[in-house]
């Protein structure tokens, strides 16, 4: 035992505070407590104190606990804050791994039962196809998945093991003792030595206790007894079922390709489009029907960042990125997965909080794919400062920037293929690509504005578009719905001049009318469900998510007060072909009486991705 040293005069590093995040650890998701500290002198902070920097003598020293009963509890696949009472006999047959296999009630496993069911499809599958179980692949597959047909049965006392690697670093592997009783029937088990953790597939199931002590420096000797905090059991990271690619081209109508298995080929590339919700607006005010731990940025992060990397996107296009997520966390982890990010951060006139919380657009690309010719940024605050000098009264130039200044911006990059240009009249020309990612201001009542930062955002693209015989992608989140003024101008390269948005006009910034038009050939992507002649099982369910009046998904944005379309990718149709477009979700997808976010979808919007080929140049 290390030996206590007592208080000098009561001068020393003290531990004032220790509390968690979130009470539930989720596998996969580093937890870093809170810990208050107060200084000799008195005053308080929440910095690390470690042994290379003591403050006056003193350093902290931390521990992580694995507390193990000799009862251990199962937990529910599709609830995990909930202990399992059934288990699907089904998955134990076809060897899906045994954490998928649990259900708290026999409600649950029947309102699940038909995303469950993809599990033992898939299982079936695989030993039809490789005569063996493909555990990995089952592995891929989340929570809510059951079994083809089959009925479930009661648990027993105990559980199959759940272990599996980790690649998480939680501090020197520290020397595991055969453990220390601290009561009947419960074990502690040492796993981590540092301020941080990330729970494993070990621990689920069980409660974790964090442990963190003032040493002195000198002496070695602790002062005053730990400090310390337990957290509820272990879950396992809710995943949702799995999306695939459907061919919309008649030529590759062959069924679906399996993201995690295909690569981009030979002149083609996928572009993927997501508004992945800013910390800052996920709040438990906004998203009440989302249980807490799921909206800590701890749990989003992760979830979000396996969900984008097994899309497996030639480009990436990101709204609603925090600048300090973008620079700590986002552009670090998808750097190691082969991207090179590009950033841009709305503009703060406005905005009144923590600089570090204002968000913005990320574009991110393959290195071995693309290259980085140049970037635009268009500050569309800046677009309306020019606009007020130019046709505003000077005494309603300040109503007028009050109206259109909202931060929105916009960020352009030129890229330049590196996968050749097969196909093309001329093989040694540079393939370049232009892609545009934007977010485009919210306010319902405000579709002048919206209207006039697309047009202005178009205008600028067209520039783009005269200097260079150039592919263009124009990808974000518009939050402007299919039939509205702004999807009109975007679709058509027009509006109808009796469109009733236009009467929503009172600074006259959209007149003339007949300057609302453009010469990109744009079309959205996802109308290629509609509009392709190809037949076939995904196919046909696809264009049943559609809304036949407008060629567009049902919803892209899917919430209790809102659900609904305002998330595309366009593409200019005389350069670019689709191949290939992520399957929708339908409401069922989103699990029974819920919206997004979710345990398992962390964003309120979905992810949009489209596969291109770039058409034949024609010689003029």
Known sequence: MTQVKPAPGGRMLTVLRVHLPSEIPIVGCEITPYVLLRRPDGGVFTDDVSEAAPVDGYFMRYKWYRIQSDRRAAICSVHPTEQATLQCIGCLKSKIPVAKSYHCSAKCFSDAWQHHRVLHERAISALNENGTEDDELFGRFGSGSSSSGIISAALSGSTSNLSQSSGVNNGPTPVYPTGTEKSSGETWFEVGCSRTYTATADDIGHVLRFECIVVDVETRGTVRAPTSVMTSRVIPAPTPTPRRLIPVNAADAMGHFDLDSRTSSFGTFTVLSYNILADTYATSDTYSYCPTWALTWAYRRQNLLREIIGYHADIICLQEVQSNHFEEFFSLELDKHGYQALYKKRTTEVYTGSPQAIDGCATFFRRDRFSHVKKYEVEFNKAAQSLTDAIIPAAQK????????????????????????????????????CVANTHINIHHDLKDVKLWQIHTLLKGLEKIAVSADIPMLVCGDFNSTPGSTSHW??????????????????????????????????????????SMAGVGYDLDHQRRRMDPATNEPLFTNCTRDFTGTIDYIFYTADSLTVESLLELLDEDSLRKDTALPSPEWSSDHIALLAEFRCKPRVRR
């Open 398 to 433: 300040k109503l007028a920037l009050t109206r259109l200044v909202k931060d929105n911006i916009a960020l352009i990059a030129v890229l330049e293929a590196k996968f050749g240009n097969h196909g093309t009249e001329n093989p040694s020309k540079r393939q370049l690509l």
């Open 489 to 530: 101008l975007l679709a058509r390269g027009k509006v109808d001049h009796l469109h009733p948005d236009l009467a929503i006009d009172p600074l006259g910034i959209l007149r003339p009318l007949s300057k609302l038009t453009h010469q990109l050939p744009l079309v959205s992507a996802y109308s290629s469900f509609v």
